[in-house]
């Protein structure tokens, strides 16, 4: 059952970047409305949940800031949609889990897993052939802009899951370290959208905000609950294969439902750069599997 649900998440996680397609509105609009909308339902989740919150004042602001970095984040990637389409955008924002360890070897000294250094030319590999290498057949309407902006997005993306995990270390339940970290990307977001985006727009239209409404309650918040209270307590291997199931959904729904079609350089770079996200998040299962303390018999 838990596995089951696990699944049904990262499948409802998969429908975000298509959320964004559907809704047709300016980037920044998106960008915007993805964390403020999502703030009443997590605030109701906080009032439901009715968990102790231990975290410092200084580590609140902390998960602010990370959120703001989310909110740059939400924007680069929202670019990345419009210039190489869902699936492609969604697979090269997944490549974060190798900045994350890179990230943390060189700014906390925390040495990555072997296997990183398989996977950064399978995923540097990819990124280029994803640009469609200046072929005319290549998918998007501007692929070498739309992968600068989707690995733009995975950088931001890292950071803020390195300063995340640093400042929300005591929190027991995730509501209230997502509620400060969504005040923080809308509060960015908004601010980018005011100052790049000529056509921000801040009033409700339907049906582009229904679509919007999907995106914060359904898939930023419910499904990403879900994950936050099934995942751990699953073995890390399944954990890992799960996570794995986002991106691939992704990019079967741009073709389904945009006729989303990525050249025959561009398929092979999807492959490579999925074959090396799943190199290190399996090789890191493994590893904690192997960590993990045996009971003792008697």
Do not use: C, K
């Amino acid at each position: 059952m838990l596995h089951l649900l696990g699944v049904a998440a990262a499948a409802a996680i998969s429908f975000s970047a298509i959320f964004i397609r559907l809704a047709d509105v300016s980037v920044s609009t998106a960008a915007f409305f993805r964390p403020f909308y999502a703030l009443p339902a997590i605030g109701l989740l906080i009032l439901l949940d009715r968990g102790d919150d231990r975290r410092t004042r200084r580590e609140r602001v902390g998960t602010v800031f990370a959120g703001g970095l989310m909110g740059v984040a939400f924007t680069l990637w929202n670019y990345a949609i419009d210039y190489v389409g869902a699936g492609l955008a969604t697979v090269l924002g997944n490549t974060q889990v190798v900045f994350v360890g890179l990230f943390a070897w060189w700014v906390f000294r925390e040495r990555p897993p072997r296997a990183t250094a398989l996977a950064v030319p399978l995923v540097l590999g990819g990124v280029v052939l994803a640009t469609g290498v200046g072929r005319p057949d290549a998918y998007g309407s501007d692929p070498l802009l739309g992968v600068v902006y989707g690995i733009s997005n995975a950088i931001s993306y890292a950071a803020f899951l390195l300063i995340f995990r640093r400042t929300a270390r005591s929190v027991t339940r995730p509501w209230g370290a997502l509620f400060d970290a969504s005040v923080g990307a809308a509060v960015v977001t908004l601010a980018l959208g005011l100052l790049t985006d000529p056509a921000f727009d801040l009033r409700p239209v339907w049906p582009a905000h229904g679509w919007l409404l999907a995106l914060a309650v359904g898939s930023q918040t419910l499904a990403w609950g879900a994950i936050l209270a099934v995942l751990p307590r699953l073995p890390a291997l399944d954990t890992s294969v799960i996570l794995l199931v986002q991106p691939v959904l992704t990019v079967v729904w741009g073709a389904w439902l945009f006729a989303e079609r990525p050249s025959p350089w561009q398929w092979a770079g999807v492959a490579s750069v999925l074959a090396g996200i799943a190199v290190v998040v399996l090789a890191g299962a493994l590893g904690r599997a192997r960590r993990r303390p045996r009971g003792r018999v008697g």
